[in-house]
């Protein structure tokens, strides 16, 4: 009898045991929940933002249409950039949110602390303890932005050569840096508690440079799916309003759209148009970059509404900006940008690169490497003289400063171009781009196929009459031959623009020679302003 009722409460002990397993907030929902029952878990989670959502949206639909645009693809297709844009030439591109707390692997940390085959997931349990403890929400009060000043960076940005600047306002980890009405998971309302895009805003505006803003809200929809695969935060619905609908991504690979049939609601369009429409109707962005998910089939009906209503909008103050990776968009109906990639040769319409200042990632990491002032430099007279501008990213730590070796690299750039910029800012492409041995590779995450350039190298621009060449190395004996210019350019005067000196030329059969000291003048890349007959 004894024996019996030892076994039985063994029994009752494991059935307790399996009831509360079944019964945890944090056990795995892959296989049990559908894709529209998971998202209908975040719109619960959200519902009490309902009601200022729909304002918005109301809004959209009043106005969309007030102006010269229309919400179709046709009418878009009539969008040109402002101009201030295409003279700009080089902006800043910020990265900075939870996910600088941890500060490994990537600004990706969010997503792959839940993928059990990335280090990031085995960082994460070795370093923090299991997901069902501690997952990415409870980095967000060590998120605390202590010594985040807005004013000394806006002023880094100008002394760095910038003419805009753009902070994600929100990246695919669904934690808003602005004073969202939308959610309570935002930097206004918890961590930092201060809005940081809008104290940016007129931190930047107050040093004369124009103001963007970068939304990867609409990759949230799956960001999270991996935690819904086992024991996790992600699976408690309590959490769901900063997690999202975690949908499982069924795309085999990230860029190849057309062949992702990860679930999409209304519902959860709706909300990213009015996120969209929030940032446009507080901030009055110069500019919005979005990420490369937008272009997700689901979002074609959607897309056309937030372009004309800011269209529209930004047409009554000179123009506005968006950046698009390629395929996102109709063809023209925005600026199309390159991430961590170039383009091959003089594009008729004016594009956009943009790439980390570091080499590893988006975001702060600790150990990180730098790409040196030299090659950014090149980068930016080669995208600028194929008329691109170039978009320069920094991850500031999860305090607020910047790291010391990114200051000293844009202090680089900026005491660059504050000697050469005439060759940068306001430039237009010469009827070639360059000439030299060294190619560079054209697409999307080329950008380390490229190989150091050479004194052979040259970039061209033009501004005011003038041509610009740019000597991507100094020549040995200072002796160079720019073998694009012919005779029949009737050259008539050349000068060094580092120390505004003339230099000694001969227009001969295969290009123009210059005669150089035999030390370089300046740093970098050299540039001379080239004379010709009009």
Known sequence: ?????????????????????????????????????????????????????????????????????????????????????????????????????????????????????????????????????????????????????????????????????????????????????????????????????????????????????????????????????????????????????????????????????????????????????????????????????????????TLPKMLAYYYNQGATRGGVVVNYKQGDFDENAGTLDIERGQLTGIQQAHWQTDTSISNTSWGYIKGDTYKSPKELIHLLADVVSKNGNLMLNIGPRSDGTIPEDAQKILLAMGGWLKTNGDAIYGSKPWRTFGEGPTEVVGGTFQDTKTKPYTAEDFRFTTKDGALYAIELGWPEGGKAVIHSIKPEDHVRAVTLVANGKPVDWQQQADGLHVSLPSQPVGDYAYVYRIELAK
């Not at 969309?64 to 700009?88: C, E, H, I, K, V």
């Open 1 to 301: 009898m004894k024996r019996s009722l030892f076994y039985l409460g063994v029994a009752l002990a494991c059935a307790a045991g399996i009831a509360t397993a079944q019964q945890s907030p944090t056990a795995p929902t892959a296989k049990t929940l559908s894709p529209k029952d998971a998202d209908l878990a975040w719109q619960k989670a959200t519902a009490k933002f309902a009601p200022q959502r729909q304002a918005i949206l109301s809004r959209v639909a009043e106005h969309m249409n007030d102006g010269p645009f229309r919400a179709d693809w046709t009418s878009l297709q009539q969008y040109s950039a402002p101009q201030w844009y295409d003279d700009a030439k080089f902006g800043i591109f910020i990265h900075w949110g939870v996910y600088s707390v941890p500060a490994f692997g990537s600004e990706w940390y969010s997503r792959n602390m839940y993928q059990q085959n990335m280090p990031d997931y085995a960082h994460h349990v070795a370093t923090y303890g299991p997901q069902s403890k501690f997952g990415y929400k409870d980095f967000i009060p060590m998120f605390k932005a202590e010594h985040f000043d807005p004013q000394a960076w806006a002023k880094l940005f100008k002394e760095a050569g910038a003419r805009y600047v753009v902070p994600v306002a929100e990246h695919h980890d669904g934690f808003a840096m602005y004073d969202s009405k939308l959610s309570e998971w935002t930097a206004a309302k918890m961590g930092p508690h201060r809005d940081v895009i809008g104290q940016l805003e007129k931190a930047v505006r107050g040093e004369g440079l124009h103001f963007g803003v970068s939304s990867h809200r609409a990759e949230h929809d799956w960001f999270f799916d991996g935690g819904r695969k086992f024991d996790s935060d992600v699976n408690d619905p309590r959490y769901a309003g900063l997690y999202g609908p975690a949908e499982a991504h069924l795309a085999k690979k990230d860029e190849d759209l057309y062949n992702d049939w990860t679930y999409v609601s209304q519902v959860w369009l709706d909300d990213w148009l009015a996120r969209t429409a929030e940032l446009i109707d507080n901030y009055h962005p110069d500019l919005i970059y979005f990420d490369w998910w937008i272009g997700h089939p689901t979002f074609r009906n």
